[in-house]
C-alpha cells in the first residue's frame, strides 16, 4: 500500500486553482466606520457550498501530512495529533481574552498553573515559564535565564556557550543570538568527549547545552560525569527538550545535572508541528535559577486562587500574555488523557519503533545503541536523492544531510505511534530505493503534486505571496 498525491491537470496547469481565480463577485460596503478606512466595494469568492467542500478537499489530496502515512523526520517527532485536543482547543469556552482581569479567569489560569505544575514533574525541574512560542524561542530564553543568573552573581563576564557537535540544530545559533561566543566541541564515538569538554571549560564558560538522546540517538552515559565538570566550572548545564520524547516517564533531565530546559510541547504533547503550528517552548529551571524566569507565572495563594507573579530577578517578557494559549491547552489535555504509564508507554514505543525500523533497512547505522531515532547512511548514495525518490513509494523521507557526524545521514524517527505494518511500509520504501540505485534518481520524484523542486533558486528568490505565481 503506498499514498500517491494526487496532481490535478487542467488545460495545462498543474495547480488547484485559487478560489479567486475560480469566480468572483463584488459586494457593496456598507459601514459606519469614516470613509477613508473603508471601500466602496470588495471583490470576493463567489462559490456554491459543493464546489466549496470540492476545493478544499483537492487540496487535501495535493499535500502529505501525519494523517497521510509516516512522517519519519528524525529529531522533529512528527507523531499523530489525537482529535480530542483540537476540540478542546476549538471549545468556545477556550476563547479567553489574554487581558481579563485574574479574578475573572480562574479555570484559565488552574490550566496553566497544572501545565506548569505537569512539565516541572515530567523533567525534574522546580518551575516553569509557558511563554515561549516554539523551542527555539525557549532556547534563547533559556540562555538569558543563564546570562541574568550570571550577572546576578557577579560573573558578567562569562561569554562562551559550549555546544557538542551532536547537538541539536538550533543550539549554536541560540547562543549565537543571545550574544555569545560559541565553543564547538568534538564527539568520541558519537558522544561527548570528556577530555575535550575539559579542555574547553573556563572561566569564560556560561554555560553547556546538550541534548541528550543527542542527535544520533544515543544517550550520554556519562551525564553525571559532564555535569560535575560544568558545575566545577561555575556554568550552568542546559537541556535541549528536542529528544524528550525518548525519556517520558523513564528518566528526568533535572535528575540528571541539568539546571534549565525546555520542552517542545508542539513535539512532545500533541500539538501539530511546523506549518500545522504555532508551537509553544515552556522553560522550566532548578529553584536557584526561578527568580529569573519571565514573568508572570501563575501561582497559587494560601486561599487557593491563582494569579499571576512577577520573579524578583525576571528577564521581563518573552511573549504576549500567557504564551500561545490554545497550545497549551492541548498539551495538558494530552498529559491528563494519558497519565504517568501513558507517558512511559509512549517513550517505550518509540524506542521499540526505532529500534525495529532499523533493523529491517539496507542502510547501515553506524552508531548504536540508539534509543528514540537512529541516523542511518546513505554510504555512496547522495541522501537528498534518496530523500526524493521515497517520496515515489509514497512515504515521507527522513531528515537529510544532518547530523554531520554520518557520512550522507537519513536521520530517522519514527515515533510511538506507528504500527509494525507501518513500519514495514516505511522500511519497504527505504529497501526499494537502495535496490534501486542511483539510477531511478535523475527527476525523482514523480508520483508527487510538485515534481522536483529547485532548492537554490527557492532558497535564493522566494516567492512569499500567491501573487508571485502570476508575475
Known amino acids: 500500500m503506498k499514498y500517491d498525491q494526487a496532481r490535478w491537470d487542467r488545460e495545462g496547469d498543474v495547480y488547484e486553482p485559487l478560489l479567486a481565480e475560480k469566480d468572483q463577485t463584488s459586494v457593496a460596503v456598507d459601514s459606519s466606520l469614516p470613509d477613508d478606512l473603508t471601500r466602496d466595494e470588495l471583490t470576493l469568492p463567489s462559490l456554491e457550498e459543493p464546489e466549496l467542500a470540492r476545493h478544499y478537499t483537492r487540496l487535501s489530496q495535493m499535500n502529505y501530512g501525519i494523517e497521510s502515512g509516516p512522517y519519519p523526520l528524525g529529531s522533529c517527532t512528527m507523531k499523530y495529533n489525537p482529535k480530542?485536543?483540537?476540540?478542546?482547543?476549538?471549545?468556545?469556552?477556550?476563547?479567553?481574552?489574554?487581558?481579563?482581569?485574574?479574578?475573572?479567569?480562574?479555570?484559565?489560569?488552574?490550566?496553566?498553573?497544572?501545565?506548569?505544575d505537569y512539565l516541572g514533574r515530567i523533567g525534574g525541574m522546580d518551575a516553569?515559564?509557558?511563554?515561549?512560542?516554539?523551542?527555539?524561542?525557549?532556547?534563547?530564553?533559556?540562555?538569558?535565564?543563564?546570562?541574568?543568573?550570571?550577572?546576578?552573581?557577579?560573573?558578567?563576564?562569562?561569554?562562551?556557550?559550549?555546544?557538542?557537535?551532536?547537538?541539536h540544530g538550533t543550539n549554536p545559533a541560540s547562543a549565537a543570538m543571545a550574544g555569545y561566543d560559541v565553543v564547538e566541541i568534538p564527539s568520541e564515538e558519537g558522544r561527548v568527549d570528556l577530555d575535550a569538554l575539559e579542555a574547553a571549560l573556563s572561566d569564560e564558560t556560561a554555560a553547556l547545552m546538550l541534548t541528550n538522546p543527542n542527535t544520533l540517538g544515543l544517550f550520554e552515559r556519562e551525564i553525571e560525569a559532564i555535569a560535575k565538570l560544568v558545575h566545577d566550572a561555575g556554568g550552568l548545564l542546559y537541556y535541549d527538550g528536542a529528544n524528550l520524547n525518548a525519556l517520558l516517564g523513564r528518566a528526568r533531565p533535572g535528575d540528571k545535572g541539568f539546571d534549565i530546559m525546555h520542552y517542545n510541547v508542539h513535539k512532545t504533547f500533541?500539538?501539530?508541528?511546523?506549518?500545522?503550528?504555532?508551537?509553544?517552548?515552556?522553560?522550566?529551571?532548578l529553584d536557584e535559577l526561578a527568580e529569573f524566569l519571565p514573568e508572570p507565572v501563575v501561582r497559587q495563594d494560601p486561599d487557593g486562587r491563582y494569579e499571576w507573579h512577577e520573579p524578583e530577578h525576571t528577564i521581563g517578557k518573552v511573549h504576549g500574555f500567557h504564551g500561545n494559549w490554545l497550545v497549551l491547552i492541548k498539551a495538558v489535555g494530552y498529559i491528563m488523557r494519558l497519565g504517568d504509564a501513558g507517558l512511559a508507554d509512549a517513550s517505550a514505543k518509540a524506542i521499540l519503533n526505532a529500534n525495529y525500523l532499523a533493523e529491517q533497512i539496507e542502510y547501515e547505522v553506524p552508531y548504536r545503541p540508539f534509543h528514540h531515532e537512529f541516523v542511518a547512511s546513505a554510504g555512496n548514495q547522495d541522501a537528498a536523492e534518496v530523500a526524493k525518490r521515497m517520496l515515489d513509494h509514497g512515504v515521507?523521507?527522513?531528515?537529510?544531510?544532518?547530523?554531520?557526524?554520518?557520512?550522507?545521514?537519513?536521520?530517522?524517527?519514527?515515533?510511538?505511534?506507528?504500527?509494525?505494518?507501518?513500519?514495514?511500509?516505511?522500511?519497504?520504501?527505504?529497501?526499494?530505493?537502495?535496490?534501486?540505485?542511483?539510477?531511478?534518481?535523475?527527476?525523482?520524484?514523480?508520483?508527487?503534486?510538485?515534481?522536483?523542486?529547485?532548492?537554490?533558486?527557492?532558497?535564493?528568490?522566494?516567492?512569499?505571496?500567491?501573487?508571485?505565481?502570476f508575475e
Open 270 to 285: 500533541a500539538t501539530p508541528h511546523g506549518g500545522g503550528g504555532p508551537g509553544a517552548g515552556p522553560v522550566g529551571v
Open 128 to 167: 516553569v515559564t509557558l511563554q515561549p512560542a516554539a523551542g527555539a524561542a525557549g532556547e534563547f530564553t533559556g540562555i538569558q535565564i543563564a546570562r541574568a543568573y550570571h550577572d546576578h552573581n557577579g560573573e558578567g563576564h562569562r561569554s562562551e556557550i559550549i555546544v557538542p557537535d551532536s547537538a
Open 84 to 116: 480530542f485536543t483540537e476540540d478542546l482547543a476549538a471549545n468556545p469556552k477556550a476563547a479567553v481574552h489574554p487581558d481579563r482581569e485574574p479574578e475573572t479567569i480562574q479555570g484559565v489560569l488552574e490550566l496553566l498553573y497544572r501545565l506548569q
Open 396 to 469: 515521507h523521507p527522513p531528515t537529510t544531510k544532518w547530523p554531520t557526524l554520518v557520512e550522507e545521514a537519513l536521520m530517522t524517527e519514527p515515533t510511538e505511534i506507528e504500527t509494525k505494518a507501518s513500519l514495514d511500509e516505511l522500511a519497504d520504501a527505504f529497501n526499494a530505493v537502495w535496490e534501486e540505485g542511483s539510477e531511478s534518481f535523475p527527476d525523482a520524484p514523480h508520483r508527487t503534486t510538485a515534481g522536483r523542486i529547485d532548492q537554490a533558486s527557492a532558497a535564493r528568490n522566494p516567492r512569499l505571496s500567491w501573487q508571485n505565481l
